[in-house]
Structure formats: structure tokens, C-alpha cells
């Protein structure tokens, strides 16, 4: 069995999808997903939790690939409170929900050995070869960040993908000590920079395992759909994510996941009337 771990609220549905459906469409093993989520409109009205319904469409989608997939969701707004209400970093570069993943040592049930992946992120082949990597003597496995590793710390990791190994991390308290930088110290890439500093022991795996540019590079297990810095002809950003089809193909020239986000794109429409329906009826 393949243990993955995603976070997000309402609004990561499509990335859900998107990622479940390349996963399972690729990975013959079972797969068992954990989504943390929570509720924080106080902070913005749109940052509420993921619905049971979308939860339930995952569910129906990643078990009719194979019976014994499962999609669970757990609501940890308590525990967040607890750990980061109101905390230096709860208005970092990204949202509050990239903290989240800092406290699955606190959640029971996480297992000894889980995948953790952002939302923006595509399977282009059978993630077993990146889930059988042995980790046993580090508390994670990761690839470096591509420009963070040039301007930042040659070592400096993309927190995107994290082979994490939870019987280490809680004997070394990676994550308790994160969660007190977290807590404590302002820094630029919170939850990315907290993973970072407090790290004991990592290892440092290819980047195809977590392709942050290249989006038709061969060999590629997992491609990140994240923001790219580009020169030429001047100095830009792009952050197109996968979900975004028409940009994936006429901006980024990517082709790879066509089949995916075909597929994708019936279920999405299925989706949404089934969504109608509900409220017609009702």
C-alpha cells in the first residue's frame, strides 16, 4: 500500500482530482490518501474546509480504479488553532494550509511511512519507484529546490514532495520543532524554511522525482506544476497549474497528462451536474 498525504480546503478540489486521478491511473499498488483540511474563514471567508461531498467524488473516483483505494479527510481547525492560531507565519507567501502538513505527528492513525505532495503536482508514471526509496536511517527523502538551491543553500529542498519517515521524525521531533519556528520566527518560505532548519538527517533524491520546470522531461515519476522564474525576454513569473488545461498546453507546452486531464474534465462536468441535481432536488 501507498500512504499519500495532501492538504487543502474547498478550493484544492481540482488539484485533488487532477493528481488522484494521474496517481491511480499509473500506480497498480493500493492507495490510501489522507487530506488535512480545515476551516479558517476568519482569517478569509473562502478558507473552509473540503466538503464531505468532494471528499465522497474523490472516494468514487480513485475506488473505481481499483476496490481498495480510499480517500479520507480529516478536519484538524482545532488542532491548527493549537499549534499556529494567529501565529507570525499564518500570513505567509503561500496560505495557511501549507502548514498543515507540520503536524502530522500530532494526527493518530498517520503511518510509520507516507508520500506527502502539494495539490499543483501530476503522477507521469508509477510513484512505487519514488515510495520504495528506503528511508529508514533519514527522516525524509526530497529533491532540491531549483532556484532555492542556487540563491538560498546549495542543500535547500522543494517542500512539495516529502517521503517522510514518521517513526524517525517523531524520535528526532522534526515537526515539534518546526511548528515552534513556525511559531516563533518570521521567515520568507514558512513552512518550507521551518522543515529545512530543522532537519537532521535528509536524503537528497532526483529531481524526477519532483520536476519543478521541465514539464515533458523523460524519465519524470512526479512534475510540479509550481511557480517558475523566467529571464527571457524579461524577468517573469508563471504559475500555471495543471488543472488550467488550455494553459498547460499553449503556455507551457505540455502535453504529458493529456489523457489525465481528459479524463479530468469528465469527471470535473460530472461533478458539477451531480452538484445541480443535489440542489434542484432539494
Known amino acids: 500500500m501507498i500512504n499519500i498525504l495532501l492538504c487543502g480546503n474547498i478550493k484544492v478540489f481540482?488539484?485533488?482530482l487532477t493528481e488522484l486521478i494521474s496517481i491511480t491511473n499509473k500506480t497498480k499498488e493500493t492507495i490510501k490518501c489522507y487530506i488535512f483540511t480545515m476551516d479558517l474563514s476568519r482569517i478569509k471567508e473562502d478558507y473552509k474546509s473540503i466538503t464531505d461531498e468532494q471528499i465522497e467524488f474523490l472516494n468514487k473516483v480513485v475506488k473505481s480504479k481499483k476496490a481498495n483505494n480510499e480517500v479520507i479527510k480529516i478536519d484538524v481547525t482545532e488542532l491548527y488553532e493549537k499549534e499556529f492560531g494567529k501565529c507570525k507565519n499564518e500570513t505567509a507567501y503561500c496560505t495557511p494550509y501549507t502548514l498543515l502538513r507540520l503536524l502530522a505527528?500530532?494526527?493518530?492513525g498517520i503511518p510509520d511511512k507516507i508520500l506527502y505532495l502539494?495539490?499543483?503536482m501530476m503522477a507521469a508514471s508509477d510513484i512505487s519507484k519514488l515510495y520504495s526509496i528506503d528511508v529508514t536511517q533519514y527522516e525524509y527523502a526530497v529533491v532540491k529546490e531549483k532556484?532555492?538551491?542556487i540563491f538560498i543553500w546549495p542543500d535547500y529542498i522543494n517542500a512539495g514532495m516529502?517521503?517522510?519517515n514518521m517513526k524517525k521524525i517523531r524520535e528526532t521531533k522534526l515537526l515539534e520543532?518546526?511548528?515552534n519556528l513556525i511559531r516563533t520566527k518570521k521567515m520568507l518560505f514558512a513552512d518550507q524554511d521551518a522543515i529545512y532548519r530543522s532537519t537532521t538527517k535528509k536524503l537528497?533524491?532526483?529531481r524526477i522525482y519532483n520536476e519543478q520546470s521541465k514539464f515533458n522531461r523523460k524519465g519524470t515519476v512526479i512534475c510540479h506544476f509550481c511557480k517558475r522564474l523566467l529571464l527571457w525576454p524579461y524577468p517573469r513569473t508563471e504559475n500555471y497549474k495543471q488543472w488550467n488545461v488550455e494553459e498547460v498546453h499553449k503556455v507551457l507546452k505540455c502535453y504529458t497528462f493529456d489523457s489525465d486531464l481528459e479524463e479530468y474534465k469528465k469527471l470535473k462536468k460530472e461533478y458539477e451536474e451531480n452538484k445541480r441535481s443535489t440542489k434542484t432536488y432539494e
Open 14 to 16: 481540482d488539484g485533488a
Open 105 to 108: 505527528d500530532l494526527v493518530k
Open 118 to 120: 502539494d495539490i499543483d
Open 147 to 149: 532556484y532555492g538551491s
Open 162 to 164: 516529502l517521503l517522510l
Open 177 to 179: 520543532k518546526a511548528r
Open 204 to 206: 537528497i533524491i532526483p
